[in-house]
């Protein structure tokens, strides 16, 4: 139980870190419910934890009927990586990095938070959950799988707010799912070797 809350401690403040440091200052977008939430910030002015831990609330009432631990790894995940957020906020505005340097470290960050959540079978809420599950039964790994949603996300932002820089949001979405699959297969890989 220590472990699994030392990996939902250091993933949500890795996640935080990077939003609030690297994407938010830039007005950029996450996928998922993360990445829908910093557009109901952009668009409204909206708490970005907590719509994140809202958005979040069907994919674990799906998951608590298919798979209880999943559903109680996601909403600890979930509820812990809102509140970083939000904890984390005055990090906005203290980085200064040309954009493609903050999209990448952002990415790395957010990605290296997601990757060591996920690979603890710890979702940090939302459709990242949902990936896990789809991982689970399609046997797709959940890199890809959390990519082509994220680009949906993407997408709708490039067009709600036309903005092109967010373009720029591709690139973390893409890194954050390499990241994503890396750290989750070295460990399959680890696994196996054992």
């Not at 995940?77 to 990448?104: D, R």
């Not at 790395?108 to 603890?120: D, F, K, Q, T, W």
Request: aromatic share 10%; net charge positive; glycine share 10%.
């Amino acid at each position: 139980m220590l472990k699994k809350l030392a990996v939902i401690g250091f993933g949500s403040t890795m996640i935080a870190i990077g939003i609030n440091a690297f994407i938010l200052p830039l007005h950029l977008i996450n996928g998922g419910f993360l990445g829908i939430s910093l557009l109901l910030k952009y668009l409204w002015g909206f708490k970005v934890g907590i719509s994140f831990i809202v958005l979040s609330t069907p994919v674990y009432m799906f998951a608590f009927k298919t798979d209880p631990v999943y559903f109680i790894n996601g909403v600890i995940g979930a509820i812990c990586s809102g509140l970083m957020i939000e904890l984390f906020k005055p990090l906005n505005g203290m980085v200064h990095m040309p954009i493609i340097s903050s999209v990448i470290v952002g990415a790395v960050i957010i990605g290296s938070g997601v990757g060591v959540m996920l690979r603890n079978h710890i979702s940090p809420g939302g459709m990242d959950l949902l990936a896990l599950l789809i991982a689970k039964w399609s046997n797709v790994n959940v890199g890809v799988i959390m990519f082509l949603m994220d680009a949906v996300i993407i997408m709708t932002g490039l067009f709600l707010l036309k903005d092109m820089k967010l373009l720029y949001s591709l690139a973390i979405v893409a890194i954050v799912g390499m990241m994503a699959s890396l750290i989750t297969t070295i460990y399959m890989e680890q696994t196996e070797i054992r």
